[in-house]
């Protein structure tokens, strides 16, 4: 639908440019001839580019952007400071005097919460907008921002901006306020979908850029709604692609330096062909205000969770039901891997399909329908991909060898926290200890479990490699190198067995009141 803005550009362009600028001032260093320096000047001349402007790609894409107004009939919460870009209101406005900048500024835009006709006029004299009303009436308790995708009025935003809401209302860059209806949304990866009803109008919207042309160093422009100032447009460029800030197991952003405040949260980033190249979701900012490092969510993951979303309300994901965490170095040396990747096996959910197809803790996963898993989270977003009920091929690494196993996914269940991963790598509490045994080798105090399986950990060397690796009192062995333990000769013998094999590292399953994980320790000194 849009106009494509080709002759704009990318940073990588610049920089070639100045590369060639750098030459021509290093043969001037030299003493080269002046003819020769010319030449130089003059392929600088012809391929340095103009400065870019924005501002035919703003004029048309700025109308498919929209603010997004969330109410609730709650007071309006207070900063949760949790890195979000997401804009809350913080004090209420009745405690602001009517001459504060801030009042004034909301008013100015919209966002006064006092506008009781305003309420009114959406949700009737004797609905929620009234405030003698049973329920309370609505309150502005967050807003964001959101763009259309379709002509008949449907809105992607992000999940974190509609959460707490029970009324939103999309403001247009006219001013225009369309009340809008939440059609779903994905809380891992932090998108919504919101329909407005045009009554027949044709709402202008943008599409989805194809990932495999972005690149490091390209151009791109943010439009949102920061700080309640609708139409805000910042550009930067893609700063760096594939990001993992730990907000779930599907991370995958595009880092970017455009400025992103509170409230640009579900507005777009785009290209200079007007192509939303992502979501704008979050920021990394000790103040709280933008210092250029912001994230978006990539338009190849938003593009299928926004069709699912259209068309079920939700997203469909597939299931393996085993606890993986990642492969370290030490780990990988520990069970004989050449190195450090693929998603390690701490436990199969029992019933699942990974346990069903006979998937066991300790297997390492090292590649899907033959290609090469790269870490744990790499594994947990491509079974996502998947649809329930297909079949996956598994290559796996068990006791040495590899091995094949066939794996018919299932539909991730509505309260799992994690859909094929859960990364067990936090800090676990500790539970009371059960007796005392020393393998002082290790920093280990151990002592039999309450329940005979394990060896129950009851004392931990602060300066071991075991207090390092977060291994706690209260914690339990349930195996070493994937064998079975029950008492110390039992850890000694698999010990003095890896040495024997020339491992210097043994692979310790930690059970605690909150799952299960691996941990690789030395061994070198074990008797």
Same mark, same amino acid.
Request: proline letters at 6%; charged letters at 20%; aromatic letters at 6%.
């Given at each position: 639908?849009?106009?494509?803005?080709?002759?704009?550009?990318?940073?990588?362009?610049?920089?070639?440019?100045?590369?060639?600028?750098?030459?021509?001032?290093?043969?001037?260093?030299?003493?080269?001839?002046?003819?020769?320096?010319?030449?130089?000047?003059?392929?600088?001349?012809?391929?340095?580019?103009?400065?870019?402007?924005?501002?035919?790609?703003?004029?048309?894409?700025?109308?498919?952007?929209?603010?997004?107004?969330?109410?609730?009939?709650?007071?309006?919460?207070?900063?949760?400071?949790?890195?979000?870009?997401?804009?809350?209101?913080?004090?209420?406005?009745?405690?602001?005097?009517?001459?504060?900048?801030?009042?004034?500024?909301?008013?100015?835009?919209?966002?006064?919460?006092?506008?009781?006709?305003?309420?009114?006029?959406?949700?009737?004299?004797?609905?929620? %907008? *009234?405030?003698? &009303? +049973?329920?309370?009436? @609505?309150?502005?308790?967050?807003? $964001?921002?959101?763009?259309? =995708?379709?002509?008949?009025?449907?809105?992607?935003?992000?999940?974190?901006?509609?959460?707490?809401?029970?009324?939103?209302?999309?403001?247009?860059?006219?001013?225009?306020?369309?009340?809008?209806?939440?059609?779903?949304?994905?809380?891992?990866?932090?998108?919504?979908?919101?329909?407005?009803?045009?009554?027949?109008?044709?709402?202008?919207?943008?599409?989805?850029?194809?990932?495999?042309?972005?690149?490091?160093?390209?151009?791109?422009?943010?439009?949102?709604?920061?700080?309640?100032?609708?139409?805000?447009?910042?550009?930067?460029?893609?700063?760096?692609?594939?990001?993992?800030?730990?907000?779930?197991?599907?991370?995958?952003?595009?880092?970017?330096?455009?400025?992103?405040?509170? %409230? *640009?949260?579900? &507005? +777009?980033?785009?290209? @200079?062909?007007?192509?939303?190249? $992502?979501?704008?979701?979050? =920021?990394?900012?000790?103040?709280?205000?933008?210092?250029?490092?912001?994230?978006?969510?990539?338009?190849?993951?938003?593009?299928?969770?926004?069709?699912?979303?259209?068309?079920?309300?939700?997203?469909?994901?597939?299931?393996?039901?085993?606890?993986?965490?990642?492969?370290?170095?030490?780990?990988?040396?520990?069970?004989?891997?050449?190195?450090?990747?693929?998603?390690?096996?701490?436990?199969?959910?029992?019933?699942?399909?990974?346990?069903?197809?006979?998937?066991?803790?300790?297997?390492?996963?090292?590649?899907?329908?033959?290609?090469?898993?790269?870490?744990?989270?790499?594994?947990?977003?491509?079974?996502?991909?998947?649809?329930?009920?297909?079949?996956?091929?598994?290559?796996?690494?068990?006791?040495?060898?590899?091995?094949?196993?066939?794996?018919?996914?299932?539909?991730?269940?509505?309260?799992?926290?994690?859909?094929?991963?859960?990364?067990?790598?936090?800090?676990?509490?500790?539970?009371?200890?059960?007796?005392?045994?020393?393998?002082?080798?290790?920093?280990?105090?151990?002592?039999?479990?309450?329940?005979?399986?394990?060896?129950?950990?009851?004392?931990?060397?602060?300066?071991?490699?075991?207090?390092?690796?977060?291994?706690?009192?209260?914690?339990?062995?349930?195996?070493?190198?994937?064998?079975?333990?029950?008492?110390?000769?039992?850890?000694?013998?698999?010990?003095?067995?890896?040495?024997?094999?020339?491992?210097?590292?043994?692979?310790?399953?930690?059970?605690?009141?909150?799952?299960?994980?691996?941990?690789?320790?030395?061994?070198?000194?074990?008797?």
């Amino acid at each position: 639908m849009l106009k494509n803005f080709n002759g704009r550009p990318s940073l990588a362009t610049v920089l070639k440019a100045s590369t060639v600028a750098g030459i021509a001032a290093a043969v001037l260093a030299t003493g080269v001839p002046l003819e020769i320096t010319r030449s130089y000047a003059e392929a600088v001349k012809v391929q340095a580019p103009a400065v870019p402007s924005f501002a035919n790609v703003v004029d048309a894409v700025s109308p498919a952007v929209v603010s997004v107004r969330v109410e609730n009939r709650v007071n309006p919460v207070a900063d949760n400071n949790d890195g979000f870009a997401f804009d809350f209101n913080g004090r209420g406005f009745d405690d602001l005097p009517d001459d504060h900048p801030l009042k004034r500024f909301f008013r100015q835009f919209g966002q006064d919460p006092n506008d009781q006709q305003g309420h009114q006029r959406r949700f009737g004299q004797n609905g929620p %907008g *009234n405030p003698n &009303g +049973p329920k309370g009436r @609505l309150r502005p308790v967050a807003q $964001g921002s959101g763009f259309f =995708i379709s002509e008949d009025g449907y809105i992607v935003t992000n999940n974190h901006v509609v959460s707490d809401g029970q009324a939103f209302v999309a403001v247009m860059n006219d001013g225009t306020e369309l009340d809008a209806k939440l059609i779903g949304k994905d809380p891992r990866t932090d998108l919504a979908v919101l329909k407005v009803d045009g009554k027949g109008k044709k709402f202008t919207y943008v599409n989805w850029a194809d990932d495999n042309n972005v690149r490091v160093g390209d151009w791109v422009v943010a439009v949102g709604n920061p700080f309640g100032l609708g139409g805000t447009v910042t550009a930067g460029i893609v700063s760096a692609r594939g990001r993992d800030i730990g907000s779930g197991p599907y991370d995958d952003y595009l880092q970017v330096d455009a400025a992103v405040n509170r %409230g *640009n949260s579900g &507005g +777009p980033t785009f290209n @200079l062909s007007g192509e939303v190249v $992502g979501i704008n979701t979050a =920021i990394f900012s000790p103040s709280g205000g933008s210092v250029g490092i912001a994230f978006a969510i990539p338009a190849s993951t938003a593009k299928d969770v926004v069709a699912d979303l259209m068309k079920d309300g939700q997203v469909s994901r597939g299931w393996l039901g085993v606890q993986i965490q990642p492969v370290t170095k030490d780990i990988a040396e520990s069970i004989g891997l050449s190195e450090p990747s693929g998603a390690l096996v701490v436990a199969p959910q029992a019933g699942s399909p990974g346990d069903k197809a006979g998937m066991k803790a300790g297997d390492v996963v090292t590649a899907l329908n033959g290609e090469t898993i790269k870490d744990a989270r790499d594994l947990s977003r491509r079974i996502g991909a998947m649809q329930p009920g297909s079949k996956a091929e598994l290559s796996v690494w068990r006791a040495g060898k590899a091995q094949s196993l066939t794996v018919e996914l299932g539909t991730l269940p509505a309260d799992q926290k994690d859909a094929s991963a859960d990364d067990s790598n936090q800090p676990q509490q500790p539970e009371a200890p059960a007796s005392e045994k020393a393998l002082a080798d290790l920093g280990l105090t151990v002592g039999p479990s309450d329940d005979g399986k394990g060896l129950a950990i009851t004392g931990i060397d602060p300066d071991s490699d075991a207090a390092d690796k977060g291994i706690k009192e209260g914690e339990k062995i349930t195996s070493v190198n994937n064998q079975e333990v029950s008492t110390p000769a039992d850890v000694v013998k698999v010990l003095n067995q890896a040495k024997k094999d020339g491992r210097t590292r043994a692979l310790f399953q930690i059970q605690s009141s909150e799952g299960s994980r691996f941990v690789a320790l030395p061994i070198n000194g074990q008797g």
